[in-house]
Nanobody
Framework: QVDLVESGGGLVQAGGSLRLSCTAS????????KGWFRQAPGKDREFVAS????????SYSDSVKGRFTISRDNAKNTVDLQMNRLQPEDTAVYYC?????????????????WGQGTQVTVSS
């Protein structure tokens, strides 16, 4: 089990940007893929983006492709999510997660550690 702590959430106007960051407690987590998910009120937790252990592959949901960018710094044990051109429908609690493997994964069941979440609210 790896502790993951997210930061960077907040309130932003539509069209604005936010950068989320997630720090892992264990250095060994740098050997695994990482991802971001989000959950809006009354909805299931959904995949947003993921990245392989060495950053050679990334994946994005269709709803954020071209607006969000996932990146990681293994030396710092961090994974970031740069969110641009935010829209009200991006409002949700955003969760960082650690994958079970080093390869690219996108399904909730392929992640085994989760952060506590950070709220992102986009006003219209």
């Amino acid at each position: 089990q790896v502790d993951l702590v997210e930061s960077g959430g907040g309130l932003v106007q539509a069209g604005g940007s936010l950068r989320l960051s997630c720090t892992a407690s264990a250095r060994s987590s740098s050997l695994y893929s990482k991802g971001w998910f989000r959950q809006a009120p009354g909805k299931d937790r959904e995949f947003v983006a993921s990245i392989t252990w060495n950053s050679d592959q990334t994946s994005y949901s269709d709803s954020v492709k071209g607006r969000f960018t996932i990146s990681r710094d293994n030396a710092k044990n961090t994974v970031d999510l740069q969110m641009n051109r935010l829209q009200p429908e991006d409002t949700a609690v955003y969760y960082c997660a650690k994958g079970k493997w080093s390869s690219l994964v996108t399904q909730k069941g392929d992640f085994d550690s989760w952060g506590q979440g950070t709220q992102v609210t986009v006003s219209s």
